[in-house]
């Protein structure tokens, strides 16, 4: 267990539902990102956070997409109108920028599958 | 550009012999290099990281990983193997200079009784 913790663990949903996703990180980490991983692949970057604001999005975050992080402490990832290409892992991590550099430190993971 | 090659898409090893992933990175500037493995339905696990600090790093379970930077390469070694190790292994990158972390695509490594 890493202490980032990510709810649900599991979703299944029908293509053009809507989904959310949360992620608690290590409470003094600052950093959070999102990643996603497909079948066979290693994890993509989708987005990240420094705090509350969000820092950059990669251009596989479509318009669909969108990553909040209130207050700089847990954060949402939510995709509207869900398609079946959007079936995969999305992974949180979470990590503390210091001189030496950073860490990161993933969560479980949220695995979807879209109907 | 950063990038980072896992040269093995699948490695397999009888269990007690030696264990080898290798990983060759690209980057302009001085990279931090990391180990995860991941088992299955399990989140990634850091094993070990390089941060320009000794250039032969220990990690947990045995692992260890030597940074060379004249072959831009960062090979997880470990002596001798066991059951447990299977397992999907991932060496990544970040520039310290930047904020991403970019990924190669794995080697599953099998361990064979």
């Known amino acids: 267990d890493t202490g980032v913790s990510q709810d649900p663990r599991h979703k299944i949903t029908k293509r053009g539902q809507n989904v959310t996703f949360r992620c608690d990180p290590i409470s003094e980490h600052n950093r959070l990102y999102w990643y996603r991983q497909t079948l066979g692949q290693g994890p993509e970057f989708l987005t990240y956070f420094q705090n509350e604001a969000q820092l950059e999005k990669s251009r596989l975050l479509s318009d669909r997409f969108s990553a909040e992080r209130p207050k700089g402490s847990f954060s949402t990832l939510e995709i509207q109108r869900t398609e079946q290409g959007d079936s995969a892992m999305y992974l949180c991590?979470?990590?503390?920028?210091?001189?030496?550099?950073?860490?990161?430190?993933f969560g479980p993971g949220t695995r979807l599958l879209v109907l | 550009a950063q990038s980072v090659t896992q040269l093995d898409s699948h490695v397999s090893v009888s269990e007690g012999t030696p264990v080898l992933l290798r990983c060759n990175y690209s980057s302009s500037y001085s990279p931090s290099l990391f180990w995860y493995v991941q088992h299955p339905n399990k989140g990634l696990q850091l094993l070990l990281k390089y941060t320009s600090a000794a250039t032969l790093v220990k990690g947990i379970n045995g692992f260890e990983a030597e940074f060379k930077k004249s072959e831009t390469s960062f090979h997880l070694t470990k002596p001798s193997a066991h059951m447990s190790d299977a397992a999907e292994y991932f060496c990544?990158?970040?520039?310290?200079?930047?904020?991403?972390?970019?990924f190669g695509t794995g080697t599953s490594l099998t361990v064979i009784p």
């Open positions: 990544v990158v970040n520039v310290n200079t930047g904020n991403q972390f970019y």
């Open positions: 991590a979470s990590s503390l920028e210091t001189s030496m550099g950073e860490t990161q430190y």
